[in-house]
Nanobody, 115 residues
Framework: QVDFVQSGGGLAHPGGSLTLSCVAS????????IQWYRQGPPTQRELVAS???????NYADSVKGRFTISRDNPKMTVTLQMNNLKPEDTAVYYC?????????WGQGTPVTVSS
């Protein structure tokens, strides 16, 4: 059984930091592109950051300079470090792994940024 299990998130004040983790199992993790999406009402799910198998990263303009995505292939883990959080970052965050036709999603982790 393939699993993408998320952890982290929670409540932060504006300007604060949170870390999200996504741990995979039972896949050839090093081949996968891993992405973080978020969905906050009333918006559609949007792509926040991605990291390719080779380590190339991309970010949405709204999070550039504040969020950092990284991966640890031996631990089959991807981390999203979120700094200088803003209220508009409030959303449920999802990790997604893709390789060829294989796609898996994490269960979602709520992040709330509020004073």
């Amino acid at each position: 059984q393939v699993d993408f299990v998320q952890s982290g998130g929670g409540l932060a004040h504006p300007g604060g930091s949170l870390t999200l983790s996504c741990v995979a199992s039972n896949i050839r993790f090093a081949f996968y592109t891993i992405q973080w999406y978020r969905q906050g009402p009333p918006t559609q799910r949007e792509l926040v950051a991605s990291i390719a198998a080779g380590g190339t990263t991309n970010y949405a303009d709204s999070v550039k300079g504040r969020f950092t995505i990284s991966r640890d292939n031996p631990k089959m883990t991807v981390t999203l470090q979120m700094n200088n959080l803003k209220p508009e970052d409030t959303a449920v965050y999802y990790c997604k792994g893709t390789w060829i036709t294989n796609t898996y999603w994490g269960q979602g982790t709520p992040v709330t940024v509020s004073s």
